[in-house]
């Protein structure tokens, strides 16, 4: 039986189907218990659960982190929310130092399956520290995983493999998107495993590589786009680690170009590695310069400027046609 959600909805009803199957999962941080977090994607999981197994932290998310990687190391599954992803950097020595190197430090004795959970991203006029793109700090860090869902039915499907995976997981919430859409989501829990991508939309002019939020505006500038006879082949990334590097190699020996489309700024952003690997295991097949829209590389702007910042879908379909008419 399925259910039609929205992304919010999705995470909620994952976190739900987890904590009924398993018992030493437990969720907390800022907001999450009472009020359900500022987004709402825990609303009734403590009247459910109760208040061990839920409940809010102080605004501290050092202490957060902390706490979650002995609860780890101990037999539990914590689940912790960094109320925006902006707000994580106070806890960024924990993950680096511990969260990322425990099963290396410990040669395997011990694991962190735990996950960070945050919304993401920009698009819905906040203030300063709640639009940031992080993902390329964390991708650099090895130990993590790196997860960003772009549709409700993903972003349950990912989560419950986050949640049961044995090692630490970011998981990015694109915020833009909690409501922006409906998807049929199966009621029962199923997994989408990690560091798969997914072909969305199959074409021969040119790849698209892309994650999250973005995803949809994508899909908008290649409608565009098809009307001038233009065939785009739209890959979701999903997972930013580990990467699945063979869904857009083999994309672009067939079509012979590369867009990489990512609201976090260019320099040293997630598109330079993806078009590192394209031209270390497709160059010869390349019929263009591989191309990336991003962000600019400034502080992401105050609400009055941020439709600015974000490549919007008339910009992406203008770069597509740069790169299939060069």
Same mark, same amino acid.
Not at 194 to 201: C, E, H, P, T, W
């Given at each position: 039986m399925a259910n039609t959600l929205n992304i919010v909805q999705a995470i909620n009803q994952a976190l739900m189907n987890e904590m009924e199957l398993d018992n030493t999962v437990v969720v907390y941080g800022e907001d999450v218990g009472v009020e359900g977090g500022v987004f709402r994607a825990t609303v009734e999981l403590q009247k459910k659960f109760g208040n061990t197994r839920v409940f809010d932290s102080p605004l501290a998310e050092s202490?957060?982190?902390?706490?979650?990687?002995?609860?780890a190391i101990n037999g539990?599954?914590?689940?912790?929310?960094m109320q925006f992803s902006g707000f994580v950097y106070p806890a960024f020595n924990q993950i680096i130092s511990h969260v990322a190197r425990m099963r290396n430090r410990s040669r395997g004795r011990y694991t962190l399956p735990m996950v960070i959970r945050a919304p993401y991203g920009g698009g819905i006029r906040a203030l300063e520290h709640h639009s940031e793109s992080m993902e390329a700090?964390?991708?650099h860090i090895p130990g993590l995983k790196i997860v960003i869902p772009s549709t409700p039915y993903?972003?349950?499907?990912?989560?419950?493999?986050?949640?049961?995976?044995?090692?630490p997981?970011?998981?990015?919430?694109?915020?833009?998107?909690?409501?922006?859409?409906?998807?049929? @989501?199966?009621? +029962?829990?199923?997994? !989408?495993p990690?560091?798969?991508?997914?072909?969305?939309?199959e074409g021969t002019d040119i790849t698209i590589v892309t994650w999250g939020a973005m995803v949809r505006d994508v899909q908008k500038a290649a409608e565009m786009v098809k009307a001038k006879g233009i065939k785009p082949e739209i890959i979701d990334l999903r997972t930013i680690a580990p990467m699945d590097r063979d869904s857009f190699v083999e994309s672009v020996k067939k079509t012979g170009r590369i867009l990489v489309v990512h609201e976090a700024?260019?320099?040293?952003? @997630?598109?330079? +590695?993806?078009?590192? !690997?394209v031209n270390e295991k497709a160059f010869l097949y390349l019929e263009a310069p591989p191309t990336r829209l991003t962000g600019f590389d400034t502080t992401f702007p105050l609400p009055r400027g941020e439709q600015h910042y974000i490549p919007s879908p008339e910009r992406i379909a203008k770069t597509i046609e740069d790169v299939v008419n060069y």
């Open positions: 202490a957060i982190v902390g706490t979650a990687i002995g609860m539990l599954k914590p689940v912790v929310e700090l964390f991708a993903d972003a349950k499907g990912l989560l419950i493999a986050a949640i049961r995976d044995p090692d997981v970011l998981f990015w919430e694109p915020k833009r998107i909690y409501r922006a859409f409906k998807q049929e @989501v199966p009621e +029962e829990a199923y997994e !989408i990690l560091g798969k991508a997914k072909i969305i939309d700024p260019k320099t040293l952003g @997630v598109g330079a +590695e993806i078009i590192s !690997i």
